[in-house]
């Protein structure tokens, strides 16, 4: 029989073991992406560079000498701002929340949930380090857990309502309104929260005296998704390069309901697997509270003794790990 020390280390070099593989699952994908993105803009850089006249400037290629600045200024730009949207100031949350909350409001309201969870916890009997676990946990995850919640929901109404804002653009520009009439038709008509979004642009521009390209290029930064960059770069490459820009909206338009419908399928292709890694990562609580209701003692030596305590915390590790492995294989870009 291995001593308790033996048991001990055992268990570390294992954690250490899942540690180290989740850490690789995680950034593996995103390695692989980056190598491909780079990949994929040298070879564009390269045939764009291979079928370039060389001697002869016209006007095609200086339209396109201007995309070309234009798009690379972007991409700068949004690499900027992909990392400041990794992990945003916490007033920038609440305002993607769509919350009015000021900082304070914020932290009274984390103090009052740990206040609660942790006198819910000493009620409870359960011990001191418990409802010190509980507080901090509720005080520092459950008003950051709501705002997420908050701010993937309201990414969410943006995105359902947002190409039908870019359909009401195409048929104003077709008809012959300006852009500007455009904007203000839908930050008066459109739904909520593509309304307000469209109302600060068209404020930042009347107010602030902003352009078109730079009032619709901070929209990525309070609704940080994808179609909210295309919409930015359409607008910034026709105010730079020109074009038809009721054209190049109908396009965005058809690629923005495309990306929809694919979304859904990847959303009903994946339910499966969605199902079956709720149903693997609930057996081991329901396993143990059924086991806790049927045979008190025979659970209760994992918290009454000191390797069974280490047993409990090594064996939530590894479930968390588990879980976000199974997250991560069901999370699908597109």
């Known amino acids: 029989m291995l001593g308790a020390n033996a048991i001990v280390l055992a268990i570390s070099v294992l954690t250490m073991l899942s ?16 190598g491909q993105i780079e990949s994929r803009v040298a070879g564009v850089r390269a045939k764009s560079a291979a079928s370039a006249p060389a001697n002869r400037v016209s006007d095609a290629m200086r339209r396109r000498k201007s995309i070309q600045d234009t798009l690379k200024e972007i991409e700068d730009n949004q690499k900027a701002k ?64 709501i705002v997420g919640f908050m701010r993937k929901r309201r990414f969410k109404m943006f995105l359902d309502e947002f190409p039908n804002a870019v359909d009401v653009l195409v048929r104003g520009i077709k008809s012959g309104l300006p852009i500007n009439d455009c904007l203000q038709i839908i930050s008066r008509e459109a739904k909520e929260p593509v309304r307000s979004e469209f109302r600060l642009i068209v404020d930042e521009q009347h107010a602030l005296g902003l352009p078109l390209a730079e009032a619709v290029a901070r929209l990525p930064d309070r609704v940080p998704v994808t179609e909210a960059n295309f919409f930015a770069i359409v607008i910034a490459i026709q105010q730079r390069a020109g074009g038809n820009l009721s054209e190049a909206l109908g396009n965005l338009s058809r690629v923005l309901r495309e990306r929809a419908k694919m979304k859904g399928k990847i959303k009903a292709m994946s339910m499966e697997a969605k199902a079956s890694a709720w149903i693997i990562g609930s057996l081991p609580v329901l396993v143990m509270a059924i086991t806790t209701l049927t045979s008190p003692k025979y659970i209760m030596l994992l918290f009454q ?27 699908f870009k597109y």
């Open 82 to 145: 992909a990392k400041r949207n990794n992990s945003p100031p916490l007033m920038l949350k609440l305002q993607q929340a769509g919350l009015d909350w000021s900082r304070r409001t914020f932290i009274l309201i984390s103090l009052a949930a740990g206040l609660v969870f942790g006198l819910a916890a000493l009620v409870a009997g359960l011990p001191l380090y418990a409802v010190a676990a509980a507080a901090i946990g509720a005080g520092l995850g459950l008003p950051r857990w």
């Open 19 to 34: 540690v180290g593989g989740f850490a690789y699952a995680m950034l593996a994908t995103r390695i692989r992406d980056e």
């Open 305 to 331: 003794n000191p390797i069974g305590n280490v047993i409990l915390g090594v064996s939530a590790v590894w479930m968390f790990i588990g879980i976000m492995v199974m997250r991560k294989m069901i999370d």
